[in-house]
């Protein structure tokens, strides 16, 4: 591997000191704290480190770098869960979800797209509200979207290939995945309809008005991606849900026909009677693949 | 020999910022622009909408890579997984050259996103033109470094700006990226002349200049992208550019966005200010 170059260490603990500066939380006026890590007054401390200059001191200075820190990443939240921030308003997502998730994730990586993935794991772990279902359903929906979109294609299963000779009974022993861009979720409310309904107004629009209903019931959804590349969801069955669940982890079509057999009959009868029509959706739309992502 | 006496660097004309609310402009409309600069990261992904938008782009128009988490002057080590991905889309785009910020922005474990500056001093220049070096061998195409805005100065500089990023591009031999913008709104923040800084910069190093809008809040200046370009930017456009003899200009709107063809419409504001190197050419083939 090419080779680096060892960093000078003044570099090193200037940097080092800057970025413990820049990723302390904002308060409510979006002002730096004013006291430092090490317990000195900011305004001193940062003296010996950053010129002041003729408007601005030490302290002022460095203060719009800890502002562009959280503004930047609370921009990239907001943009992410466009549910979450509805249900929140800007003001409380910010101080109840956002800064505390960025503090216990802060981001580590060169992508910003990475930045929510931890989001819904932080929910589960932390959060103790009454609508915590709704929140972590709503949390797990948004990053949905923004994975599905950037997903990888692995090549679509094509059955013509795939047979011996026009023998497709040797493609049912072959392990088959789905699509990255697929995601599947069991929900006890039609969250996909009410998400749409939320997203035709800003966040601030939702403080002062009536939430869109919220049709309870138990649903299946599936979230992919169209032949243009948008990302679309659809609501489908519980036997469709549950043979797909089976291929997202990759399976045979015998492994997952055994699994059927397991289930309770109304599902088994679902997906006798819909199991050529699915599977030849399924390939149709490339859904499936011989590959592992 | 100095690579920049072995590149030819096209001039590609006046170009912008690929941006989101422009794509469906630009698909319905396919205006007559000279070319795209892309920011590299929006388009290191597995798949999906942004790579389709990049091949229809790349169908019409010429592509330029502009990054922003490269990081080169962090103490934290290149990071080389993000360097293959970023070298893999330069052979994709075809890209004439990349640039990317004389920044830090992470340290081991943990990024920072933004273009936080570096203390001007000799180690620093030693460590970033080492390391500029490395990349520009690995990148195998031309690699310019951007001057960036900033808001802070530090009680270890040694050195003005112009004289640390000078030291850096010609000891490490790459290229420029010089964003006319930043010079302004640096000068209003560490209060120096623009003027020194062109005087003081090597001019035959510039493969591309920015122009860009910014945020006047009086006891400071912020680059945000996010407007026109003043009328102090465009004068040191104009005293740059004939010194560059002819480069690659590029107008970057990030935030606010106005319509595709209003942000065009600003983007050739820049040809009045390269009449006089225009001048100066049809004079010279004249004579």
């Keep these: 591997m090419p080779f ?16 413990s500066i820049i990723v302390r939380p904002i308060d409510e006026d979006s002002r730096m704290d004013l006291v430092a890590p090490s317990g000195v007054a900011m305004e001193i401390e940062a003296k010996n480190y950053i010129k002041p200059s003729r408007t601005l001191t030490s302290a002022g200075r460095i203060e719009l770098y800890n502002q562009q820190y959280w503004w930047r990443l609370l921009g990239i939240l907001h943009d992410s869960f466009p549910l979450l921030v509805r249900l929140f308003g800007y003001h409380d997502f910010n101080h109840t979800l956002g800064m505390p998730y960025l503090v216990a994730y802060p981001p580590d990586h060169w992508s910003l ?14 959060y103790s509200g009454n609508d915590k279902q709704l929140l972590l359903d709503s949390s797990r929906i948004d990053l949905a979207y923004t994975q599905s ?15 011996k000779n026009g023998d497709f009974a040797t493609l049912l022993s072959k392990k088959l995945y789905l699509q990255p861009s697929i995601f599947l979720f069991q929900l006890a409310y039609d969250l996909f309809a009410f998400r749409r309904e939320f997203l035709k107004e800003e966040p601030d629009y939702w403080i002062e008005n009536d939430f869109p209903s919220l049709e309870q019931g138990e649903k299946n959804f599936l979230l992919c991606r169209n032949p243009h590349n948008d990302v679309v969801w659809t609501e489908i069955s519980l036997g469709e849900y549950l043979l797909l669940n089976y291929f997202q982890r990759g399976a045979t079509f015998d492994e997952a026909c055994q699994f059927l057999e397991q289930q309770e009959e109304s599902i088994f009868e679902d997906v006798a009677k819909n199991m050529q029509r699915w599977s030849q959706k399924w390939v149709a739309r490339g859904w499936l693949s011989l590959q592992r992502s | ?36 600069e892309i920011i590299s990261e929006n388009f290191m992904v597995e798949g999906g909408k942004p790579k389709e938008n990049l091949d229809r782009i790349m169908e019409r128009y010429p592509v330029v890579m502009h990054g922003v988490t490269l990081s080169i002057g962090s103490a934290a080590e290149l990071d080389w997984d993000y ?84 030291a850096i591009v010609e000891k ?20 120096f002349d623009p003027k020194v800084y062109c005087d003081n910069i090597p001019m035959e190093r510039v493969l591309q200049i920015h122009l860009a809008g910014h945020s006047d809040h009086g006891d400071y200046v912020l680059d945000t992208h996010d407007n026109y370009v003043r009328d102090e930017v465009w004068q040191i456009y104009a005293e ?24 065009w419409k600003e983007a050739l504001k820049a040809k009045q200010f390269q009449a006089e190197l225009i001048s100066a050419h049809q004079a010279t083939a004249g004579g």
């Design chain 2, 1 to 36: 020999m100095s690579q920049i006496k072995s590149h030819t660097i096209p001039n590609l004309g006046i170009g912008i910022g690929l941006r989101i609310p422009h794509y469906e402009e630009i698909f319905r409309n396919q205006p007559d622009i000279d070319w795209f």
């Design chain 2, 172 to 191: 490490a031999d790459i290229y420029m990226m010089l964003d006319v913008n930043n010079i302004y709104v640096s000068s209003r923040n560490h209060h």
């Design chain 1, 149 to 163: 979109f950037l997903a990888a294609t692995l090549a679509p299963l094509n059955v013509a290939d795939s047979s």
């Design chain 2, 83 to 166: 360097l293959k991905k970023l070298k893999a889309l330069a052979r994709y785009t075809k890209t004439p050259w990349l640039s990317d910020h004389l920044c830090w922005g992470r340290l081991p474990g943990a990024h920072y996103h933004d273009l936080l500056p570096l203390p001007y001093t000799k180690e620093v220049v030693e460590y970033v033109a080492e390391r500029a070096r490395i990349v520009q061998d690995f990148l195998e195409i031309p690699f310019a470094l951007e001057n960036l805005s900033s808001y802070v100065a530090y009680q270890a500089d040694h050195m003005p700006e112009w004289e640390f990023y000078s």
């Design chain 1, 4 to 19: 680096d170059v060892r960093s000078p260490q003044q570099l090193k603990q200037c940097q080092q000191w800057f970025a």
């Design chain 2, 240 to 263: 740059v550019y004939p010194r560059t003899r002819g480069v690659s200009t590029l107008l970057e709107w990030d935030d606010n966005f106005i319509s595709f063809e209003d942000t």
């Design chain 1, 113 to 126: 797209n990475r930045l929510g993935e931890n989001l819904p794991r932080w929910l589960a772990e932390n």
